[in-house]
């Protein structure tokens, strides 16, 4: 790969992560904002520990490795094992809030394919626009795999936006101030390299949600009284 194959692999990497992505990701905490108002999380460490363990042993262990799987079935023009995995991931949601969430992320990404107006994103739109129902990380593994993204560098970018939105919630629900938040990012993405290449050789038999206080948090923000979040 030659030095502007290269910056371009980069630029589009940056573009997918962005918090600029129109999808409304900041308007989600995944259950974040209930810890707080529950008092679990309460400053810097414990918000530190809630996300660490989360990336850890959720989204590490089940949407990270999926999201390889989607990056592999797109690149292969599988779409049966595409719809799967999206059919998959959508049925793993533990909470309606949760669910909601990936719908309308996967609805505005996939708005976002015409809008973007790229050839090489014809097929992505092709498939997902014949679904009713689209899962956020199914789009973002089909445009990653459209613009040929290396898989170790578009599930680190993958696990960075995640991890980022969770510290911009923290920020603002516990709250926190910005030099906590960068302490938390640079704790977070020193782990996301090899969180990443794990997911890339994960077999799916191994691949794990079970996060039950996650679920619960999820579960108890659906009734709670005030809120800044939509999760």
Request: aromatic share 8%; net charge negative; hydrophobic share 50%.
């Amino acid at each position: 790969m030659n030095r502007a194959s290269s910056s371009l692999q980069l630029a589009r990497l940056l573009q997918l992560a962005s918090p600029a992505l129109p999808v409304g990701a900041y308007t989600y905490s995944q259950g974040l904002e209930w810890a707080v108002e529950s008092g679990i999380v309460s400053d810097e460490a414990s918000a530190g520990a809630w996300i660490s363990d989360l990336l850890a042993h959720g989204i590490g262990r089940y949407e990270a490795p999926l999201v390889a799987a989607l990056i592999k079935a797109w690149t292969n023009d599988d779409t049966d094992e595409v719809r799967r995995l999206d059919g998959d991931f959508l049925a793993s949601r533990e909470t309606a809030e949760l669910r909601a969430e990936t719908a309308q992320m996967g609805f505005s990404l996939r708005r976002l394919l015409r809008d973007l107006r790229d050839e090489s994103l014809a097929g992505v739109g092709a498939v997902v626009e014949a679904q009713p129902e689209v899962a956020f990380p199914t789009v973002w593994a089909g445009i990653a795999a459209a613009w040929k993204l290396a898989p170790a560098a578009a599930l680190t970018a993958y696990l960075w936006a995640w991890a980022e939105n969770q510290v911009m919630a923290a920020l603002k629900a516990v709250p926190l101030g910005q030099a906590a938040g960068q302490r938390l990012l640079a704790d977070l993405g020193a782990r996301l390299p090899a969180i990443a290449e794990a997911a890339l050789t994960l077999p799916e038999a191994a691949w794990s949600n079970f996060t039950p206080a996650f679920a619960i948090a999820c579960a108890r923000h659906e009734t709670q009284y005030s809120r800044l979040f939509r999760s």
